[in-house]
């Protein structure tokens, strides 16, 4: 039963992804997927939050919270009208954006809490894009930014209550890694959001996309405090029963991989950690894509069984550990990677 936990429509997130709602739902189903969560980009609160595709479409944070206002009742509408076709989730993905010197830095967190106040979502994916207030995975010019940032943000000691290494000779990215990290971990520690969404998105940009995970452990310039950041998130993640999304976006970007990358997710198994689908689709043609690919990787790491979220009436019976603290709607359920594989959605074009 492919499942995506992951999506944009054009509908409410214009300038960043195409399609309408219905038709993200329409080709979910023709592609015989039988989970299919509705996750939009939430407001910002600033319009340097905004990325350069959105404000060319005019947008300013004001249109961004205008324009998400009715995304829950026409979620719900097509929840209704399409229920005995597919099941919706509703939910929607986060932005964790602190810039050095600002004077709040907890808004992000109130500006999630408003919205999860407005309505009774079903989960939410919790994911980072910016690092020193800069997108970081839209374009090389824009990662640069942020990493220019690093070693002013680490004097001024932006992410408060995290060390940050200080020897001159540090990598840059490296130096940039740890702020993702640690703006990860607070994102975490603040929301524990049922689904983490693409872990790494961090190494889209870098110098070095495909550099591996155990190069942080072993390089030079003290690389290895990425890597212990790395497993301090995945404890974190693992020890509140959080789910890591198997993202299939890097593949249709360009990696070898999807998000999070094969030495992550063998570290999150040994530490009983759980996986998801996801094709953080922005358009009806991205709706499953590279499930045939990120399927194969699956098999290569080893994962034996996929988590999905499933919506319950009440208290329900899913898998331990039972529904999210903040959100009874949902619970977790497990499938096998064998019966998932003979599931109607590969039998045709479904994932290529």
Not at 16 to 30: D, F, K, P
Not at 164 to 174: E, F, I, L, S
Not at 296 to 310: A, K, P, R, Y
Request: charged share 25%; hydrophobic share 35%; proline share 5%.
């Amino acid at each position: 039963m492919p499942f995506s936990h992951h999506s944009h429509s054009g509908q409410f997130c214009p300038g960043h992804a195409q399609n309408s709602l219905e038709e993200m739902v329409q080709r979910a189903i023709a592609q015989k997927m039988e989970i299919f969560a509705l996750t939009e980009h939430m407001p910002r609160a600033h319009v340097e939050d905004l990325y350069p595709e959105e404000i060319a479409a005019s947008h300013t944070p004001a249109t961004t919270a205008t324009t998400f206002a009715p995304f829950f009742a026409e979620a719900s509408r097509l929840r209704e009208k399409y229920a005995s076709q597919i099941q919706l989730l509703i939910g929607f993905e986060t932005e964790w954006i602190v810039r050095p010197g600002a004077s709040s830095p907890s808004s992000p967190s109130s500006l999630i809490e408003e919205l999860l106040r407005q309505h009774a979502y079903d989960f939410i994916v919790g994911s980072v894009h910016h690092v020193h207030g800069v997108p970081i995975d839209y374009d090389r010019a824009m990662y640069e930014q942020a990493r220019s940032k690093t070693k002013t943000a680490a004097t001024a000691g932006s992410f408060s209550g995290h060390h940050h290494r200080d020897d001159d000779d540090a990598d840059d990215d490296d130096r940039l890694f740890e702020d993702y990290f640690d703006a990860q971990l607070e994102m975490l520690i603040a929301l524990e959001p049922p689904v983490v969404g693409h872990f790494d998105l961090i190494r889209l940009k870098s110098d070095d996309p495909e550099r591996r995970v155990g190069e942080f452990a072993d390089g030079e310039a003290g690389g290895g405090q990425v890597w212990a950041k790395i497993r301090r998130n995945l404890d974190f993640i693992a020890g509140y029963g959080g789910i890591l999304e198997l993202n299939s976006s890097g593949l249709r970007k360009g990696l070898s991989e999807p998000y999070p990358q094969r030495e992550i997710c063998q570290a999150f198994m040994q530490r009983g950690g759980r996986f998801t689908l996801s094709d953080d689709s922005h358009s009806i043609d991205q709706v499953a894509t590279n499930y045939d690919r990120l399927l194969d990787f699956i098999v290569e790491v080893g994962i034996q069984s996929l988590c999905f979220l499933e919506r319950v009436d009440g208290d329900g019976d899913g898998d331990s550990p039972g529904p999210f603290r903040r959100f009874p709607n949902v619970v977790v359920r497990t499938i096998s990677l064998e019966d998932l594989r003979r599931r109607p959605f590969w039998d045709g074009d479904g994932g290529r």
